[in-house]
């Protein structure tokens, strides 16, 4: 019998049962995609990550929804590298992933790790039906790149929204972010809330990659690089996002839930 060790870790958390929880599996060597994805299925979270060493000291790491292999998913990645770092030994102050998006680092940085993404700008597309149908509130604006942004009236919108979870399938987008700007004198520079039906994630608690695309469309809208976001699922999850060229900053705490035992192979 197989057996592999599995964490679960809360991300962009301030404790445990907040954020967005990430299985975490660590392997000595890939198994085949067949039992990953079922893996991921098992497990019915948004995201597990599996990652693998490298001769170089660094990791190779992918992520499953419960249906899909993703190329990019910023909650697993921080999970992981709080595994990496807390319950593996990871000496060095920034680990690194090769990904599907290239290469990704993540720090220590005090009580918070820092993720090191790739920034994926937007471009401006027609707002349509669709979008309205599936956000149930109207857009002011939309842009897009692998996701879809829609630019809300203030964060009330954002946080009052009552989704059309079945609408969203009408849309060619991985995830389909709903946005705002932060209430004048309020905690947060941004808020928002990320729906991925198609993938098997009908709205992803907290969001790290979308933070790829939303942190470089705020910077240019207030006119600063650094941003402190929220995003207003149940869970809620705390983001510190910083521009810094065509690279994201995207900090946030994890708090462990769960070490545990994957058997495979045996009743």
């Not at 990430?22 to 893996?39: G, N």
């Not at 009330?156 to 060619?172: G, Y």
Request: net charge negative.
């Amino acid at each position: 019998m197989a057996r592999f060790p599995l964490y679960q870790v809360d991300a962009f958390a301030e404790g445990v049962f907040s954020g967005n929880p990430a299985a975490v599996v660590p392997l000595d060597e890939w198994l085949p995609d067949a039992t990953l994805a079922a893996i991921a299925e098992e497990n019915n979270l948004s995201e597990t990550a599996f990652f693998v060493p490298l001769d170089s000291g660094a990791f190779h790491l992918r992520w499953f929804t419960p249906t899909f292999e993703i190329d990019l998913c910023g909650h697993a990645t921080l999970a992981t590298a709080w595994v990496v770092f807390n319950e593996l030994g990871f000496a060095g102050p920034r680990v690194r992933f090769e990904s599907k998006s290239g290469p990704l680092f993540v720090e220590r940085d005090g009580d918070l790790l820092a993720l090191d993404f790739p920034s994926w700008p937007p471009r401006r597309v027609e707002v349509t039906d669709a979008m309205r149908r599936a956000f149930g509130a109207e857009p002011l604006e939309a842009w897009a790149g692998r996701d879809l942004l829609c630019v809300f009236a203030d964060e009330d919108v954002i946080r009052a929204m009552t989704p059309n979870h079945a609408a969203f399938h009408e849309l060619p987008y991985v995830c389909n972010i709903a946005s705002a700007k932060g209430r004048a004198g309020g905690e947060f520079d941004f808020v928002s809330r990320v729906f991925c039906p198609e993938v098997g994630i009908p709205e992803d608690p907290v969001t790290g990659s979308a933070h790829s695309l939303l942190t470089p469309f705020w910077a240019e809208r207030l006119g600063r690089t650094s941003l402190s976001a929220y995003q207003a699922s149940r869970r809620g999850g705390r983001l510190a996002c910083e521009l810094r060229g065509d690279r994201v900053r995207i900090a946030g705490k994890a708090a462990l839930y769960l070490r545990g035992e994957i058997s495979l192979g045996g009743a």
